[in-house]
């Protein structure tokens, strides 16, 4: 009788690790906000990923080995979506990564993830930012030389992000993406389309006072 052949077992890799997105519901704005500029600024390039949230794993054959970085970008990946992101798969390097801080999360932040994303995932830029300012620094970044980070330093009170091409700080209250070349803060789809409708609006009240001016004319005549 010949021994039975048994499969080597699967290794699963969970797409949800059972946490929260972000700890309130200013954190998660930050993070989706962050992610929709981004995306949006990056749209017309190719090989240009925006990813948050989810799970990222960079040892194959242990999905102990994973992270869940808040925002990220990376190049050299399509922007086709992903579930988990697995770096023997896809880039293994990132270029950015943004954490939502918090007390009980800025000295994981800090200490543990800071020394993973400069030490294995070799993250080009790593920005930490806390929406309500309780910790200290609430906003600071990260660049990665020769192998270690060093501090990214303010500049009209923005952190120029090289990876990027667009600087960060604060506008409104809370973390916004800058473009300096055009001198705006890029907007969020929300005030996108806010602005929309305002113009919408206006063109109405011109269509309509054009009418009315015109009627009167005719009306003189």
């Known amino acids: 009788m010949h021994p039975r052949l048994r499969s080597a077992p699967t290794v699963v890799y969970p797409e949800s690790d059972g946490q929260p997105m ?11 906000d962050c992610m929709d500029i981004l995306r949006r600024h990056f749209r ?8 948050g949230n989810m799970l990222l794993y960079y040892e ?4 102990r080995k994973s992270v869940s970085p808040d925002v990220f970008m990376v190049r050299g990946v399509s922007k086709k979506e992903l579930r988990v ?7 293994p390097t990132l270029d950015f990564v943004l954490e939502v801080a918090s007390p009980s999360t800025v000295r ?11 030490n294995v995932l070799k993250v080009r830029e790593y920005y930490i930012y806390d929406p309500y300012h309780e910790v200290e620094p609430s906003f600071i970044g990260f660049r990665l030389v020769g192998g270690m980070y060093e501090e990214i330093g303010f500049v009209e009170g923005r ?22 070349l055009n001198g705006t803060w890029l907007p969020t789809s929300d005030e996108r389309a806010d602005a929309a409708e305002t113009r919408a609006a206006a063109a109405e009240t011109e269509l309509a006072e054009l009418r009315a ?8 005549e």
Request: hydrophobic share 30%.
């Open 22 to 32: 972000a700890e309130t519901p200013r954190h998660q704005q930050v993070m989706i």
């Open 108 to 118: 994981k932040d800090l200490g543990e993830k800071k020394e993973l994303y400069a």
């Open 60 to 63: 194959e054959g242990n999905p």
């Open 159 to 180: 952190l120029p992000s090289e990876t990027l091409g667009l600087e960060l700080g604060e506008h409104e209250d809370t973390l916004r993406l800058y473009d300096a």
């Open 85 to 91: 992101y697995k770096t023997w798969e896809q880039h």
């Open 213 to 220: 001016t015109l009627e009167r004319l005719q009306t003189s």
């Open 44 to 51: 017309k390039v190719p090989e240009v990923y925006i990813g």
